[in-house]
């Protein structure tokens, strides 16, 4: 870090993230990491958040306040996702207040947009940081009503936004090419969600054998993350039967909650392999680091995704990475010597790309060491110094 950062105020930064300490997402985590790491370096963070029936009033998270506003709950989010509602001069009053320098939007809510507009007369600069993609959200609404038009929309609603801030943050080369109407004068940064490579990482994984009362001898595969339909979990438990009747000492361990899951534990008896997929919920880091190291491939069949922190995680912990080969989807690019692409909703070619990882000793032995190595270059200790990097310039303009 250049002397030029290191000798530079300290700052006051205001992050819109509604949901914050309430539903688990990767931007949400992502957007917790950033903020304590930013604390650590001596910022001031506060975050402009909903109320929910587990945070009913202003409060705080490791040492970084948190506003609270009326709110409803976004269907189908496990009861989890609230979106605020906060006024204009409430949060005019609260940017005074804290002498905020940055406004940092990490989700296009109407807080956003609130936000926006009490910075207008503060000279507040804004960072809009780009998590939210059309694919994650309109899966959930029926054929009928989701399409490419409705996407079309959201993307006009999304770049007015940006258009509105000082700088743009996108989480990957992937998604900054989603976003194309912008004006000419707005600065952006590709800066990834990072993984904390200090923390996630190779480990003997018997505690976790241990904790869970479970066989070491299986060969296990993984999923981490919501049980949404963009996920497309469904293709990993149908590939399942394909895989058994190769290699029958298989289990498929999921991590994660959604409003899907009853739907999979269905599909999962249904298909006559219950006995081997095991739902582990949402589970504390301590744990998802653990499960990380003890299974022996991680697969992603998700469908859309601007990045893919999950995958990242896999990485830093020295695991071969099966990932669907979709249009939508960042996680694609992660895929180079440590693993192998599959047909998006296949799974067929899931089964067949998994056998090849499973049944080889050796290739997944390499796979993992090349997944180490390559996440290393997402460093989140970097990011965030990135991420700093570019509100001072934005503060020089």
């Known amino acids: 870090m250049s002397k030029q950062v290191i000798n530079q105020p300290k700052l006051n930064i205001a992050m819109v993230c509604d949901p914050i300490a309430d539903y688990t997402a990767g931007s949400f985590v992502s957007a917790l990491r950033f903020a304590e790491i930013l604390n650590k370096r001596g910022h001031k963070i506060i975050f402009i958040a909903a109320r929910s029936p587990r945070h009913h009033k202003d409060n705080y998270y490791k040492n970084i306040k948190i506003y609270r ?14 979106v605020s509602f906060p006024l204009v001069n409430k949060i005019k009053k609260i940017l005074a207040a804290e002498k905020i320098d940055v406004l940092h939007v990490l989700i296009p809510t109407p807080a956003a947009v609130t936000a926006i507009k009490a910075t207008k007369t503060l000279g507040i600069k804004i960072v809009y940081h780009s998590h939210t993609q059309p694919e994650n959200i309109f899966l959930h609404l029926p054929k009928a ?14 770049a007015w936004i940006c258009n509105k801030a000082d700088a743009i943050v996108f989480p990957s080369e992937f998604s900054k090419k989603l976003l194309t109407k912008l004006n000419g004068g707005i600065k952006t940064a590709v800066i ?5 490579i200090d923390k996630f990482k190779k480990i003997a994984p018997e505690k976790f054998f241990a904790k ?6 299986t060969k296990n595969m993984l999923f981490v993350g919501r049980l949404h339909p963009e996920k497309s979990v469904d293709t990993l438990i149908k590939a399942l039967p394909l895989i058994l009747a190769q290699e029958p000492d298989t289990r498929l361990w999921i991590v994660g909650s959604g409003h899907l899951q009853t739907e999979l534990e ?8 219950a006995d081997e997929v095991i739902f582990f919920g949402k589970i ?12 022996d491939l991680f697969v992603l069949p998700s469908l859309a995704e601007l990045e893919g922190m999950v995958v990242l995680e896999a990485m830093a912990c020295g695991k071969p990475i099966l990932i669907a080969n979709a249009p939508d989807s960042a996680s ?4 180079n010597q440590n693993g192998l692409l599959f047909k998006p909703k296949n799974p067929q070619d899931l089964a067949k790309q998994a056998l090849k990882i499973l049944t080889d000793d ?12 390559d996440s290393r270059r997402y460093d989140i200790n970097q990011s965030a110094r990135n991420l700093e990097k570019l509100y001072y310039e934005i503060l020089r303009t």
């Open 69 to 82: 506003f009326f709110s409803l709950l976004l269907p189908k989010t496990e009861k989890k996702f609230y």
């Open 145 to 158: 009503v989701a399409g490419a038009q409705i996407n079309r929309l959201f993307y006009k609603y999304l």
């Open 192 to 196: 990834s969600n990072g993984v904390d």
């Open 212 to 217: 869970f009362n479970l066989p070491r001898q």
């Open 266 to 273: 269905q599909l999962a008896q249904k298909l006559k392999v």
């Open 284 to 295: 504390s880091d301590e744990d998802l680091i653990l499960i990380y190291n003890a299974c």
């Open 332 to 335: 694609v690019c992660f895929v």
């Open 362 to 373: 050796r290739l997944r032995r390499e796979m993992g060491e090349a997944s180490i190595r």
